[in-house]
């Protein structure tokens, strides 16, 4: 029994499309409006979904967090993650939840074509880089938040991080842990000029990284 976790944070204008989309697939979706200013919690209620609120903003991890522990508690067997302003395609879905069969974790790969701005395209080859020497694990795209893994999985790979760094903190848990994982390559698609991680967010994800890896701990259920 898959779900899908859309963590929201300020997407009043998009979460409706975005849920809209999501529905096409599967009627399990659980919205964790992250202590947003505008109405995006009331339009994800509008949608008749599962809607879960931070009273404050926490961060993406924490998000995405709240509603994966949410959806494990509804006896989840799987996660598909998506974000809510859109830049993810819904109709990737059934490929993530094929591939999930047979692997762990299944990340989204974006194509780095002339959409992409420019700095998220070299902040996110230094960190793929970083990623692969410190473990093991190959990917073109770390940074893409479209992804899919088995409840099995997430026990591994659950985060501490509450920001950005989830993304990067997953994959250095899931490299730890040996999961067997697949990539799918997904459209790039930005509503906004830029929008997401910063330079600071991406210094910020190198330094954790390399503690994760001294450190050598995972969070476990």
Request: charged share 30%; glycine share 6%; hydrophobic share 40%.
């Amino acid at each position: 029994m898959l779900w899908v976790v859309i963590p929201a944070y300020n997407e009043a204008r998009r979460i409706k499309e975005v849920i809209k989309g999501v529905k096409k697939y599967t009627k399990r979706i659980i919205v964790v409006d992250d202590g947003s200013k505008d109405k995006t919690f009331e339009a994800a209620q509008k949608q008749k979904v599962e809607v879960l609120r931070h009273i404050v903003n926490l961060g993406k991890g924490a998000a995405l967090k709240t509603g994966c522990d949410y959806a494990l508690r509804k006896k989840a067997t799987g996660f598909i993650v998506i974000d809510s302003d859109g830049q993810h395609d819904p109709k990737e879905i059934p490929k993530f939840a094929w591939k999930l069969r047979s692997h762990d974790i299944v990340f989204g790969q974006r194509r780095f074509d002339k959409n992409m701005p420019l700095i998220l395209k070299w902040g996110n080859r230094f960190i793929d880089f970083m990623i692969k020497m410190l473990y093991g694990i190959d990917l073109q795209d770390t940074q893409c938040g479209y992804r899919a893994f088995t409840a099995r999985a997430y026990r591994k790979i659950r985060w501490r991080a509450s920001d950005y760094s989830l993304e990067s903190e997953m994959i250095a848990n899931a490299g730890r842990a040996k999961l067997k994982y697949s990539t799918i390559s997904i459209a790039t698609i930005y509503s906004d000029k830029y929008k997401g991680t910063t330079v600071m967010d991406g210094m910020k994800i190198v330094i954790n990284m390399v503690m994760w890896r001294m450190k050598r701990g995972r969070v476990r259920l």
